[in-house]
């Protein structure tokens, strides 16, 4: 994994780049109020967000005699891992909506998937994550039973600068931070966005486990209603009809459940005349 737990017993004594800290009780300090990082930034989503990044140099955050440390601390926000791949995935061309008709005749609204290519974009996304190779994102996986909490990304290109003054306010809140190597291919990674700093990929085997997890979490990725699977032929003939008209969508979809019941029947009906022919003497 590529964090180290900070622990109670033994608390950091500075922060540095890769610092990871969380957002439940931090308070900043201003003008004799408190307030909450979302008070501070409230056009800014923290739902589901329990934990900040330290983003800045740790050269320039160094206090003392003779140093001029910068005037704000630049953090980053890390996002789980189901909520970044919803956000940044352009999910059209693996799922779109589509009405199919009740008994009733109303229209009612369901989410044609193919599985086949889901899996395609996904690994494509996850590979790239994985070795941290994405140019403006950072993959951090803590060492934690719950695959739900352990898997997280930093979007480096959204950074929120905090007053220098605050320092002790997010050093008291810090309960982990990046290994060596990690801190460094963050530092590479915000200063140049690009490229391949000397950090240790994960081997095969850990790279299995953890596409595994990632890829179990494709249904919080999606959250779609009423889902229906189609194959990859399916799919190419549902996206000629994305700019029509509901009438045509619903007519195609419904003429395509009752294919798929007509195949079911005959599959059924063959299965019974082979449990029903005699067996030969």
């Not at 610092?19 to 409230?42: A, M, R, T, V, W």
């Amino acid at each position: 994994m590529q964090v180290e737990q900070v622990p109670p017993s033994s608390p950091a004594k500075s922060l540095e780049q890769g610092c990871i800290f969380k957002l439940d009780g931090l308070k900043f300090l201003h003008d004799g109020k408190e307030y909450s990082l979302n008070q501070f930034y409230p056009s800014v989503s923290l739902e589901g967000i329990t934990h900040g990044i330290v983003m800045s140099q740790s050269c320039d955050m160094e206090r003392g005699p003779g140093r001029t440390p910068i005037p704000y601390i630049t953090i980053g926000l890390l996002e789980p891992f189901h909520r970044h791949i919803r956000r940044e995935e352009d999910w059209s061309q693996v799922a779109m909506p589509f009405p199919l008709r009740d008994e009733s005749g109303n229209d009612v609204w369901h989410t044609a998937i193919c599985s086949e290519k889901l899996e395609g974009v996904l690994g494509r996304h996850i590979k790239s994550l994985l070795q941290n190779n994405a140019k403006i994102h950072f993959f951090v996986a803590f060492d934690e039973k719950d695959v739900d909490s352990r898997y997280f990304v930093a979007n480096l290109t959204k950074a929120f600068p905090i007053r220098l003054r605050h320092y002790n306010e997010i050093l008291t809140n810090v309960t982990h931070r990046l290994k060596y190597e990690f801190a460094r291919k963050l530092s590479w990674k915000i200063a140049n966005l690009y490229g391949r700093a000397d950090t240790e990929d994960y081997d095969k085997d850990a790279a299995s486990t953890v596409t595994e997890h990632l890829m179990e979490l494709m249904d919080k990725a999606l959250r779609v209603s009423r889902p229906l699977e189609f194959s990859k032929t399916e799919f190419k003939q549902a996206e000629a009809l994305r700019d029509s008209t509901s009438d045509q969508k619903t007519a195609f979809l419904n003429n395509l459940m009752k294919e798929r019941r007509a195949k079911d029947t005959q599959k059924a009906k063959q299965q019974d005349q082979k449990r029903e022919k005699p067996k030969s003497a």
